[in-house]
């Protein structure tokens, strides 16, 4: 492979790392804002204090950075891609919560939501199947 | 559900489109060094976060009337709002594999809300 076509396959792959990072560090940030409103449930009966508690915790903030972490990827995805593509592709997020939700906070995926989850893995790959067609097209 | 409160869903995705449109359209602009060429591209990124911080506060407000298996069926139609928003207000071509790709990605997402 010369350097040419190198650099034109790792500029093509760029997207696609963008959207999965920003997807993984928005599954991140829903884990821990998950964690850290738990770790701080047994405030509730005074809500203000407790929204300022949940605040306080260290998972909200880590939350927080993730999020922000998200937003720097999405730029750079809505910078290469069309927003179109790149709404739908970075719902992805959809199949990774759930999967963290199982693997972190011991949450189940009933059936019926194992098949919701499949259906936007297929939306999602029918997606980037249809821009990797207008790459080589370009 | 009081139409009322449809409304507000919908005012909601429509905040959530319209701050991703106007990002993008940031995002699209070409950094220059002038005062002008920077203008061009800030305000667009503001009025784009401006949209998404209503949206959000939006949305949180919604979350506290009703139960979230309720409200997240109505997420379901953001793919639908921005296939309609980006082919109108930044003339990106949808094609049918793209519509393909967004029903099933809807679809996907009401069973998912439907398991809940």
């Known amino acids: 492979m010369n350097p040419i076509q190198s650099s034109a396959r790792v500029k093509s792959a760029l997207p696609y790392w963008g959207v999965i990072c920003c997807a993984l560090f928005v599954t991140a940030s829903e884990v821990l804002l998950k964690m850290g409103v738990d770790d701080t449930q047994d405030l509730h009966s005074a809500p203000s204090w407790a929204e300022f508690q949940g605040l306080v915790s260290g998972w909200i903030w880590a939350g927080i950075l993730c999020y922000i972490i998200s937003f720097v990827f999405w730029l750079k995805v809505l910078k290469i891609l069309p927003l179109n593509i790149a709404f739908n592709l970075v719902n992805i997020e959809h199949i990774f919560v759930p999967l963290a939700s199982y693997l972190f906070l011991g949450e189940m995926i009933s059936p019926m939501r194992a098949v919701g989850i499949a259906v936007v893995l297929l939306g999602v790959l029918v997606i980037a199947e249809s821009y990797c067609r207008v790459e080589e097209r370009a | ?116």
């Open chain 2, 1 to 116: 559900m009081t139409g009322w409160f449809l409304g507000l869903i919908i005012l909601s995705q429509t905040f959530m489109v319209g701050g991703q449109i106007f990002l993008k359209h940031a995002m699209n602009s070409t950094a220059g060094g002038s005062e002008a060429a920077r203008w061009k591209r800030a305000a667009p990124f503001a009025c784009g976060i401006g949209l998404l911080t209503l949206w959000f506060f939006l949305w949180l407000g919604l979350l506290s009337q009703v139960e979230l298996s309720y409200l997240y069926p109505f997420d379901a139609l953001g793919p639908l709002f921005m296939a309609f928003g980006a082919s109108v207000a930044l003339k990106e071509r949808m094609t049918p594999r793209l519509w393909c790709g967004v029903l099933l990605i809807v679809g996907g997402l009401l069973i998912v809300g439907a398991s809940q």
